[in-house]
């Protein structure tokens, strides 16, 4: 019963919640009317908006030396989750037989054993640093704390059932995955598609006005 | 135009390099990655050639001396052959067709004591610790209650930790709660869990805790690493801290013993956490990694060594954790805020307390309180005087 619903109803569900949700929020986004701008332009706002996407993978050099473990931290965690996501065996092989139809060549089990220990000491690096930095811990939501404690499950069942050996642990797995899912739309993790637009759109702004920044 | 002066590149021609470096890097590997062979189910593995047998019947052929087929005398020797296998202290190792460690080997009479030692000795030994470990601290807490400050909390605070060490010694504190839960599920799960849930729960929480404890256990040492690195230099033993541990660090009799920013005890405890979690480390990094030519008994011997050094880390820790909350008033606040009373400083650390004074370190309460982002009002520090 519980197999039959998880990986039935309530994956189509989450599945249907996630990409409604990302599209409604990512195209309110987008399309939302704004004011025009009627200064005279002094650069390309194009040029600010790309370059602005870019630039922002470093960080500024003011501050890079204050935020050096938060950067280390935040590429372990993305890159490792990204590899894991995109390129472990078991996921490559979902995607190809329920979701796209067609694969590409998955990671070595080393690779996937390395990108996942990137992945958990990043966040949990990440999320203590949110917690201990007074400033952080001041500016977070209870979102944010949701939303790492969320991915850090859904993670860690994901290792529990690396052995592929127990239906149950699946099971676990992909329910906490599709708990994540429909979570997802609602919450901080939609930065994984509005970091794109709102660098854009910063840029852009600075652009216009001729602003390296 | 916008001046000059206030532009600057926000990506440098290095930093570009090492962009283009890191892209490049990802494609070759994914390239690299695609140009191995992957295993397949269908593809022919090769012919599995094990037959250790095949040396125990070449045994019994020559101590028959004919050479040939008798089936009496051959069952006879047989048994004998393995009832002497069984029984012996050393391990016999034949010859066999198959070139790996230990595959000479038909019979292992040591890990058949291995397996009894860890499933009894080392399993009643472990709870016996953790289980004595928790009565300890139970009497020492009625006995002496909880260690206060002498004139009680001031309000006023000094800076201990950064951000970075608190996160570092906090990454490092859940990455090894993981592993003893994990850990412990697998050495005393068997006896403790199976008459609690069933054995169908107990599989699925063993495979789990066998999986999550293989996977977080490098991540300890990288911990361990972070740790040495950040806390290293301060917890190198100096003058003084001899006289701190005579006197039982303050905690037998009356009144604080003098110390440093780390004093006699937490130096201790750091080194054991280093030395023996290194021990760990590297016990953990065998176990896992059964393909580098250690055979049963080396396997057997670090397992042991693994899990007994665990529990000694495990054990203290419990005491680490008492002391660092509970059992001690505001030393928990030293890991919370990064900062400490400058009165649990003049206790415990004195001789930090002293030089944080002359150096103007103090903060004060209410610039402790806008440092924290509290608003509102802040608690009244308990004094002598406002008692």
């Known amino acids: ?88 065996a078991p996921h490559v092989l979902f995607l190809e037989e329920h979701i796209l139809g067609f694969g590409w060549t998955a990671m070595p089990h080393w690779a996937f054993i390395v990108s996942a220990q990137f992945a958990f000491l990043g966040l949990i690096m990440l999320w203590l640093r949110r917690l201990v930095n007074p400033v952080s811990r001041l500016i977070s939501t209870l979102d944010d704390h949701v939303a790492a404690i969320l991915t850090f499950i859904v993670m860690l069942t994901g290792c529990f059932a690396l052995l592929e050996g127990s239906p149950a642990l699946r099971l676990l797995h992909r329910f906490t995955v599709e708990l994540w899912l429909i979570y997802f739309p609602f919450s901080a993790l939609m930065h994984t598609f509005t970091f794109v637009p709102s660098r854009a759109f910063t840029g852009a702004w600075f652009g216009r006005r001729g602003i390296d920044a | 135009m916008v001046n000059s002066r206030y532009i600057y590149s926000p990506v440098s021609p290095t930093q570009l390099t090492a962009i283009i470096l890191f892209v490049v890097g990802l494609f070759l590997t994914q390239v690299s990655v695609a140009a191995v062979p992957q295993k397949h189910e ?29 089936e009496v005398n051959q069952g006879l020797l047989v048994n004998e052959l393995l009832r002497e296998m069984r029984n012996s202290q050393q391990i016999q190792q034949g010859i066999s067709q198959v070139g790996q460690v230990d595959s000479g080997v038909l019979i292992n009479a040591q890990g058949k004591r291995w397996a009894l030692f860890r499933m009894t ?24 209650g909880k260690v206060s400050i002498e004139g009680g909390l001031s309000g006023n605070v000094v800076k201990r930790f950064s951000d970075y060490e608190r996160v570092v010694h906090w990454t490092l504190a859940i990455v090894f709660l993981f592993l003893a839960i994990t850990g412990l599920i697998l050495l005393l799960g068997r006896p403790l869990l199976i008459p609690l849930f069933g054995k169908d729960f107990f599989a699925l929480l063993a495979s789990a805790s066998k999986e999550g404890h293989n996977l977080f256990g490098p991540l300890f040492l990288v911990s361990l690493i972070m740790m040495l690195i950040s806390f290293g230099r301060r917890n190198i033993y100096e003058k003084g801290d001899l006289t701190w541990l005579l006197k039982g660090g303050g905690l037998i009799g009356k009144g604080h013993v003098s110390g440093g920013f780390f004093n006699m005890g937490e130096k201790t405890w750091y080194w054991m956490v280093i030395l023996i979690g290194l021990v760990i480390s590297i016990s953990g990094l065998i176990l ?24 000694i880390l495990i054990v203290v820790s419990i005491g680490h954790m008492y002391l660092g909350s509970i059992g001690s008033e505001g030393a928990l606040e030293g890991m919370k805020s990064g900062y400490v009373d400058i009165n649990w400083a003049a206790a415990h650390h004195d001789r930090w307390g002293k030089l944080c004074r002359e150096q103007d ?26 008692k």
């Open chain 1, 1 to 88: 019963m519980i197999e039959y619903l998880v990986d039935g109803p309530l994956w189509y569900l989450s599945l249907a919640v996630f990409c409604t949700g990302v599209v409604w929020k990512l195209g309110s986004i987008i399309f939302t009317s704004r004011k025009t701008d009627l200064s005279v332009a002094r650069d390309s706002a194009t040029s600010g908006a790309v370059r602005t996407v870019f630039s922002r993978f470093l960080p500024h050099r003011e501050i890079a030396a204050s935020i050096k473990m938060q950067v280390i931290a935040g590429y372990m965690f993305h890159l490792g989750l990204f590899a894991l996501l995109f390129f472990a």
């Open chain 2, 42 to 70: 269908n593809f022919p593995q090769g012919v599995p050639t094990i037959n250790p047998g095949s040396e125990l019947w070449r045994e019994i052929r020559r101590r028959d001396g004919s050479g040939e087929f008798n």
């Open chain 2, 121 to 144: 000795t080392l399993a009643d030994y472990s709870a016996i610790a953790i289980a004595a470990i928790f009565v300890i601290i139970v009497l020492f807490f009625v006995i002496r």
């Open chain 2, 288 to 311: 896992v990694s059964p393909n580098f030519g250690q055979g049963r008994l080396i396997m057997e011997f670090t397992h042991i060594l693994h899990v007994v050094s665990a529990m």
């Open chain 2, 361 to 386: 370190l103090i903060v004060s309460a209410e610039e402790y309180a806008r440092l924290q982002g509290q608003t509102g009002s802040i608690s009244q520090p308990v004094t002598e005087q406002g």
